[in-house]
């Protein structure tokens, strides 16, 4: 089966940056969407970003728009999700996540939870001074 195990997480202080990373292994399919999705202690879990298998489509959580960047290389198995101008609110478990799709799907992806079936470990991120 496809698993998927993200790396990255640290305390960074408000303004900072950091690098998650998302490696699938297992037995990955032709197509799978990678997502990012976060949840702070508290709060509803939040979609963040998403990635299409084929780079057809990329989204963004509007809390999160311009500020992250969603990159995929195929070739490592690897999505990266690069964090800049990071707020305390970023604060949370950041767990990517992932689900196959048929070729003619390959150029979309979604960040509704429920299209997710393989989830992360998660990976904390803390934002503070």
């Known amino acids: 089966q496809l698993q998927v195990v993200e790396s990255g997480g640290g305390l960074v202080q408000p303004g900072g940056s950091l690098r998650l990373s998302c490696a699938a292994s297992?037995?990955?399919?032709?197509?799978?969407?990678i997502g990012w999705s976060r949840q702070a202690p508290g709060k509803v879990h939040e979609g963040a970003s998403c990635i299409s298998s084929t780079d057809g489509s990329i989204y963004y959580a509007h809390s999160v728009k311009g500020r992250f960047t969603i990159s995929r290389d195929n070739a490592k198995k690897t999505v990266y999700l690069q964090m800049n101008r990071l707020k305390p609110e970023d604060s949370a478990v950041y767990y990517c996540a992932a689900y196959p799709t048929g070729p003619s799907m390959s150029r979309l992806c979604v960040l509704a939870r429920a299209e997710y079936e393989y989830w992360g470990q998660g990976t904390q991120v803390t934002v503070s001074s």
């Open positions: 297992g037995n990955t399919p032709d197509y799978y969407v």
